[in-house]
């Protein structure tokens, strides 16, 4: 929903809240006969329903602000469609044992023979690194 529309529908939630609001006491003072169950009727139910519906109006002109942010309505400083994920690290370490020969390799004993290459000292095979995160 562009922005536009956005602004809209919060412009029109606050209208009928506050029409509602304001409406329910006009209709009170306009009454002839007021009696305890009108006076509430006028002074409680029809504000309480227009704060709803206007909520409601302005949450639906929100919702796809409300999707992108992590936590709805109350977390919209938290955009979570600006968080770029976490960049993975990887190091490349020998292999633990020698394949031909058997013999456990460390990575302060062996030669490096290319950038993912290693070289058995004891044999002189050559095998390739294991690529691990971090």
Do not use: Q
């Amino acid at each position: 929903m562009s922005s536009g529309k956005r602004i809209a529908s919060m412009v029109i939630g606050m209208i009928v809240m506050v029409g509602g609001f304001f409406g329910g006491f006009m209709g009170f003072f306009w009454l002839d006969d007021p009696d305890v169950g009108t006076i509430l009727f006028y002074m409680m139910v029809i504000p309480m329903m227009s704060f709803l519906i206007g909520t409601g109006i302005i949450m639906y002109g929100m919702k796809d602000t409300m999707r992108r942010t992590r936590f709805g309505l109350f977390g919209m400083m938290t955009d979570a469609s600006n968080d770029t994920p976490k960049e993975k690290t990887y190091i490349h370490e020998p292999p633990r044992f020698c394949t031909d020969c058997g013999a456990a390799l460390s990575a302060e004993g062996i030669e490096w023979v290319g950038p993912l290459t290693v070289k058995c000292p004891y044999c002189g095979a050559t095998h390739a690194t294991e690529k691990r995160e971090v």
